[in-house]
């Protein structure tokens, strides 16, 4: 699986941004995927995940309330809306996919196998 993330960008804060991470070689359907952050000098942050069987989703406390994660099987496209964003929401945002990850596992990147570059959310205060 090939991945590919956008719409990173700069904001202040409490606007939105939506990310989107297009899937290439292979669908999307029954495969879990996940977005993460990282920010220089900190380990890289579990935000938010989509599970591979039942598509149940699953939230980081910090963002939870406040991001959604979505699919559209059409499009082989995940989507991370993100609304009112802090200044400590800024990081480069990874998205992941897996297609034999548990449902524990899902907050634990080693666990992922397929990663996309990142893109970058600065938010402003």
């Known amino acids: 699986v090939q991945l590919q993330a956008s719409g990173g960008g700069v904001v202040q804060a409490g606007e939105s941004l939506r990310l989107s991470c297009a899937a290439s070689?292979?669908?999307?359907?029954?495969?879990?995927v996940g977005w993460f952050r990282h920010v220089p000098g900190k380990e890289r942050e579990f935000v938010a995940a989509s599970s591979r069987t039942s598509g149940g989703t699953l939230y980081s406390d910090s963002v939870k309330g406040r991001f959604t994660i979505s699919r559209d099987n059409a499009k082989n496209t995940v989507y991370l809306q993100m609304n009112s964003l802090k200044p400590e929401d800024t990081a480069v945002y990874y998205c992941?996919?897996?297609?034999?990850?548990?449902?524990?596992?899902?907050?634990?990147?080693?666990?992922?196998?397929?990663w996309g570059h990142g893109t970058l959310v600065t938010v402003s205060s």
């Open positions: 070689g292979r669908t999307l359907r029954g495969v879990a």
């Open positions: 992941a996919a897996d297609a034999s990850i548990i449902t524990s596992s899902l907050r634990n990147p080693i666990h992922w196998d397929y």
